[in-house]
């Protein structure tokens, strides 16, 4: 199970900026947030042009990592933005101060 994390974010990561645009293209207002079943659409464009060697994900992997990534207080949103933003790079040997963020 902790290997399937790393891949999923490590997929996420590795394609963030293919994922902005695709939720950009949805975005109109560029508000950082989409609907979920647009955001979902946008996994399974950037899971549809992976390499080969490449792990791809499932159909219920995208619905799940849809699901946990929606906020359905104001609707079934997602918001991409703090997704994105919250992929850091961190320094273990100095108590895991963050070096860079994106």
Known sequence: EEALMEDFTTLLFRHRMSI?????????????????EEFKKVLESVNGVLSKHERTLTPN??????????????GPFVDYEALLKAYVIVDNTKNREVVKRF
């Open 20 to 36: 902005r645009a695709g939720c950009l293209y949805f975005d109109d207002e560029g508000v950082g947030y989409v609907l979920a």
């Open 61 to 74: 992997q995208i619905d799940v990592l849809v699901e946990a990534l929606s906020d359905d207080s104001q």
